[in-house]
């Protein structure tokens, strides 16, 4: 019973393209949704959050929408460069507990 | 330090021989969190530490893994009678409070059981 879905494993854009990374979940208690980024090897690392009080947050090429009504959250990434070329996960967690949950990750490769 | 650091970066062990994984915090974070992935899965939660209080541990897969949490700072995580299924990489993550704000990750321990 899998509480946030990333339905697509995988996604590829052609470089200079927009990306588009989406995260369905099934709790509306969520209130706090964030973004993580990981390279082969390595750690996933912190990319953007959002608030449930916001529907749009943006931190330079990358946007994070956040439908509450649609409980759909999505990231959008432009221009797509190659080095965006990674595993993105959407995490979500309440307010007042510790519990993050995460997707099961989407594949983005932009080609050059 | 700088970022939540993990040793070792890679282990490879034995089936049935014991693991020791260990994880140091971002100095000045009170919560401690260990997740797992395997391959071609998701991440997965196994035990949360913060502050004091007594962990959440009800992300452990089985009685063979546990973790402690010294000082309110460093913790191990512990793997014994190891298993091929328990070949991931474990990850390391802290946050300033633990609710609501951004937990940043380790670069993580690879776990090889041949």
């Known amino acids: 019973d899998q509480q946030v879905k990333q339905n697509s494993p995988s996604l590829s854009v052609q470089e200079g393209r927009i990306s588009i990374l989406n995260c369905d979940y099934t709790n509306s208690m969520f209130d706090y949704f964030l973004w993580y980024k990981k390279y082969p090897a390595e750690g996933p690392t912190f990319l953007i959050s959002i608030s449930s009080i916001k529907d749009k947050n943006e931190d330079g090429r990358f946007t994070v929408f956040l439908n509450k009504s649609a409980k759909h959250l999505s990231l959008h990434i432009v221009p797509s460069q190659p080095g965006d070329s990674a595993v993105y996960f959407c995490?979500?967690?309440?307010?007042?507990?510790?519990?993050?949950?995460f997707g099961t990750g989407t594949r983005l490769k932009v080609l050059a | 330090g700088a970022g939540v650091s993990q040793s070792p970066s890679n282990k490879v062990t034995e089936k049935g021989k014991d693991v020791e994984l260990r994880c140091d915090p971002i100095s000045g974070h009170t919560a401690l969190y260990w997740y797992r992935q395997s391959l071609g899965q998701g991440l997965e939660f196994l035990i949360y530490f913060q502050g004091n209080s007594a962990p959440d541990k009800s992300g452990l897969p089985s009685d063979r893994f546990s973790a402690e949490r010294t000082g309110g700072s460093v913790s191990t995580l512990t793997i014994q009678r190891t298993q091929q299924e328990d070949s991931a990489v474990y990850l390391c993550?802290?946050?300033?409070?633990?609710?609501?704000?951004?937990?940043?990750f380790g670069e993580g321990s690879w776990l090889t059981v041949v």
């Open positions: 995490a979500v967690t309440t307010s007042g507990t510790y519990k993050y949950i």
């Open positions: 993550a802290s946050s300033f409070r633990g609710t609501g704000n951004t937990i940043y």
